[in-house]
């Protein structure tokens, strides 16, 4: 099994322009999340799905994130417009069902200028 | 909101030493497990222990919910287990997937 994918590896942008990160689950995993790290704040949960359906996007910081899940196997984060503030790691998620573990990609550093 | 604590939050280490690693959480959960963040910023699920007590390899970790702390441990310490343990905790079933994350050991161990 290759593993959550998640691309870009890393994303340099200005402030303003549209970012959008993108992930592929294990297959045969039911739920994915998104997670994003911070040296102020850690690993905070954004949103997760199961089944492609957004179950909790409390965690969006506000209007600017968006989160999609169109089939089993894709899923992409969004940031409209991009601010320096949003510069962090954001990892993907997939675990098998609701009570498995965890499996995290490799993350997407993106810096915003 | 649920707290979660981790200490120490550093801890050096000479190769070949035992540690132990505690992960405190202010109410009762359904779902607790352990990641290590190596040194390239993955993160590796460790393990999944909502209860009991498990082993793999050099790591075991212990959950006691009933007392609110997990334990890991790290026995024979080698330069690969390097980076940052996070125990991440999960309120109840009612808010699966909210996984509240501590703030992570800094391990670091030496030659």
């Known amino acids: 099994d290759a593993g959550v994918i998640q691309s870009p590896r890393h994303e340099v942008t200005e402030m303003g322009q549209e970012v959008t990160l993108r992930c592929k689950p294990i297959?045969?995993?039911?739920?994915l999340f998104w997670y994003r790290q911070t040296m102020m704040r850690g690993l905070e949960l954004l949103i997760y799905f199961n089944n492609n359906v957004p179950i909790d996007d409390s965690g969006m910081p506000e209007d600017r994130f968006s989160a999609k899940m169109p089939n089993a196997s894709f899923s992409t984060l969004k940031i409209q417009p991009s601010e320096p503030r949003d510069s962090a790691v954001y990892f993907c998620?997939?675990?098998?069902?609701?009570?498995?573990?965890?499996?995290f990609g490799n993350g997407t550093r993106l810096t915003v200028t | 909101g649920i707290q979660v604590e981790q200490s120490p939050p550093d801890l050096i280490l000479q190769e070949g030493a035992n540690s132990t690693l505690r992960c405190n959480f202010s109410?009762?959960?359904?779902?607790l497990q352990w990641f290590h963040q190596n040194p390239w910023g993955q993160l590796i699920n460790l393990f999944y222990?909502?209860?009991g007590t498990k082993q793999n390899g050099r790591l075991s970790a212990t959950t006691v919910a009933t007392e609110r702390y997990s334990l890991l441990y790290i026995s024979s310490s080698q330069t690969t287990d390097s980076g940052v343990y996070f125990c991440?905790?999960?309120?109840?079933?009612?808010?699966?997937?909210?996984?509240?994350f501590g703030a992570g050991t800094q391990v670091v161990v030496t030659p």
């Open positions: 222990i909502p209860s």
């Open positions: 297959s045969g995993h039911d739920y």
């Open positions: 998620a997939s675990s098998y069902s609701y009570n498995s573990p965890l499996h």
């Open positions: 109410d009762s959960v359904n779902n």
């Open positions: 991440a905790v999960e309120l109840s079933t009612d808010s699966w997937g909210k996984f509240q």
